[in-house]
């Protein structure tokens, strides 16, 4: 190989070669947000001769972003964040193909993009937005790496990867809504996701290349503060799978934003029922009655006695009540907010539709 | 028995600490987040992961050894 070669230094390592050269150029990768984690993993991923990478962002540049959005300067303020990485990264590579996409990541566009990739980068931050990603990795098969901040410290880790856990696995619900800051609420220094964007973009390679050991079921933390690295074992939880793969029909409708609590409304589709975990069922239908939606583990009052076993509940968790088909249960969210519960609904079309959603076996 | 517990990310802001030494008789995993919230009420209004000597554990694990417990958080930033 030429000596002037762009990739030589990379190329001459035994473990590499021209023949892992050829399998980078070979490799399609999508990165979901080029923010702070993004640009470094952007960044090292196109030096590196990934031969197609996709760009997804919606989001414009700002001043705020600069101290550690490192592929933006002054006179890209005010652009889209895809169009502008692709921009600069084609100045720094112009024998790959870069797609840009300046669009938000939703779950009507998602299943489609993936599949044109071969592995895909999680560089978001929000809640919403990852288990959306985690969800569409493991329903279109796709290797997730995964990068998220807080602080002072970081969290890597390969989800989805040859049998592996899935992000689910390890944090099957989301927080409470608020719970955890995020970077523009409670401060980040810039070079955070410059190191925790660079172990992604680390894990990339050594996907593609087959090198090492891949950060599959093990959840990486770094504290910039104390310059310390831990590392915990992940199992894959069947079960969790199982849970996305039983949506996968209708994951197009499903709405993220309600599964992490950020929105708030009274009436749920089935398949929402079940990626709402968080929160605890009140099958309100006569005992009888069937079929009983087990796999949500209601809690059985029927409508007639939820008066007098009000006070057997919680009223602090959310609540989610179903009948037959609707609409005892509009009724039973009457009964429980005029008994002080604030965050009551109820599954449109009942247990004739979950039971629709069955909990399918893993294939 | 002796167990070491670790407080990572917003969790060590919550306790004030980020490690400390714990003693307590064999119990599960939910016997011994009961314990910790009681001793700490703020943790009730967080989500977070136990591992046991770094691996992710669930509620129904018996904790019967010296041990290091890490409580683990979600992040989201990016």
Known sequence: ?363 | MQLTIKYFGMLAETTKVSEEKLHTDTCTVAQLVEKLKQQYPKLNDTDFKIAIDQQLVGLNHNISTEAEVALLPPFAGG
């Open chain 1, 1 to 363: 190989m030429n000596l002037n070669n762009r990739y030589h230094r990379q190329a001459i390592l035994p473990e590499i070669g021209e023949e892992g050269q050829k399998k980078l150029s070979e490799s399609k990768v999508l990165v979901i947000g080029a923010g702070g984690l993004g640009c470094p993993v952007l960044q090292y991923l196109t030096a590196a001769g990934i031969g197609t990478i996709g760009i997804i962002d919606f989001d414009v540049v700002e001043t705020s972003n600069l101290h550690r959005q490192i592929l933006y300067g002054e006179n890209l303020l005010g652009k889209n964040k895809a169009l502008a990485a692709k921009n600069r990264l084609t100045d720094l590579n112009p024998e790959i193909t870069i797609n840009a996409y300046p669009e938000k990541l939703t779950t009507k566009n998602a299943l489609s993009l993936f599949a044109q990739y071969d592995i895909i980068v999680d560089g978001t931050d929000n809640f919403s937005t990852r288990y959306l990603i985690n969800d569409a990795c493991v329903i279109a098969k796709k290797p997730l790496v995964y990068g998220a901040i807080f602080k002072f410290e970081g969290q890597v880790s390969v989800f989805n990867h040859q049998n592996g856990p899935s992000y689910r696995c390890l944090f099957p619900s989301p927080p409470k809504a608020g719970s955890v800051p995020s970077c523009a609420e409670i401060g980040v220094l810039g070079v955070l996701p410059g190191i925790i964007g660079s172990m992604q973009a680390n894990e990339v390679l050594k996907i593609i290349l087959d090198l090492g050991d891949i950060l599959s079921g093990k959840l990486l933390m770094y504290d910039t503060l104390m310059s310390k690295f831990s590392t915990f074992s992940v199992n894959r939880v069947s079960s969790e799978i199982s849970k996305v793969l039983a949506i996968a029909d209708t994951f197009e409708s499903v709405d993220y934003d309600l599964f992490c609590g950020i929105k708030q409304v009274t009436e749920i589709t089935a398949q929402e029922a079940f990626l709402i975990r968080n929160a605890q069922f009140i099958d309100v239908r006569e005992t009888h009655e069937l079929p009983k939606i087990e796999s949500l583990d209601p809690i059985y009052i029927p409508l007639g006695e939820l008066k007098e076993q009000i006070k057997t509940i919680d009223k602090e968790k959310e609540t989610i009540v179903f009948c037959q088909s609707g609409i005892r249960s509009k009724k039973a969210i009457e009964i429980l907010e005029e008994n002080g519960f604030k965050n009551v609904s109820h599954v449109k079309g009942g247990a004739i539709m979950l039971s629709e959603y069955p909990i399918v076996n893993e294939v």
